[in-house]
């Protein structure tokens, strides 16, 4: 039996990034889909309720021989989530939220054929020690985090001065818990 082709419903470099380290190969195929959830939400369940919105979305152009995968990533402290920076503000107001607290980063993850559907999500725990408003405000001008979860991507500057440290998936944080996904795709 022919194995499946992967079809990466994301238009996120990050995530990307992630599957072609791991060798896995890959299509991208992408959708803009507005992405919205119920207010009576649980908010640990949005990630995946978007993730089964964007698979859902790319339904009708999926094949028989191919494996979408698709998901979202929520920033959550004290039971507010936060999402992508609408401008500098935003971001910068969403970074102090983080200063000196420790949050979760969720991702939500689906993995959908025209036969099944596998959906999951993954939890991290990230620690920021306390930054102040110049170390924000540099981080902000000079990465312009403004298609990230929580105003800000680990793997850059804001991660090697301002992460306290971490529990759980690293990748998780930076778009993809891909040990998880691989472990998935196999029960395909």
């Not at 890959?26 to 990630?47: G, S």
């Not at 001008?141 to 301002?162: C, H, M, R, S, V």
């Not at 759980?168 to 691989?182: A, E, F, S």
């Amino acid at each position: 039996m022919q194995e499946k082709k992967l079809i990466l419903a994301s238009k996120s470099p990050r995530r990307k990034e992630i599957l072609f380290n791991a060798l896995l190969p890959f299509e991208i195929r992408t959708k803009d889909t507005e992405e919205y959830y119920p207010a009576n939400t649980p908010v640990r369940e949005v990630p995946v309720y978007l993730a089964q919105l964007k698979a859902n979305a790319m339904l009708e152009e999926l094949r028989a021989d191919e494996i979408l995968l698709t998901a979202d990533t929520i920033v959550l402290l004290d039971g507010k989530i936060y999402g992508k920076p609408t401008d500098f503000d935003d971001a910068v107001s969403i970074l102090m939220s983080l200063s000196g607290q420790t949050h979760e980063v969720i991702t939500g993850v689906c993995l959908k054929s025209l036969e099944k559907e596998i959906v999951f999500s993954e939890t991290t725990k990230v620690t920021f020690k306390e930054l102040n408003i110049e170390e924000i405000k540099y981080y902000v001008e000079n990465f312009t985090p403004y298609d990230k979860a929580g105003a800000y991507a680990i793997q850059e500057w804001i991660g090697l001065i301002g992460i306290a440290g971490i529990r759980g998936d690293y990748y998780n944080i930076v778009g993809l818990p891909i040990n998880k996904v691989i472990a998935e795709l196999k029960k395909f």
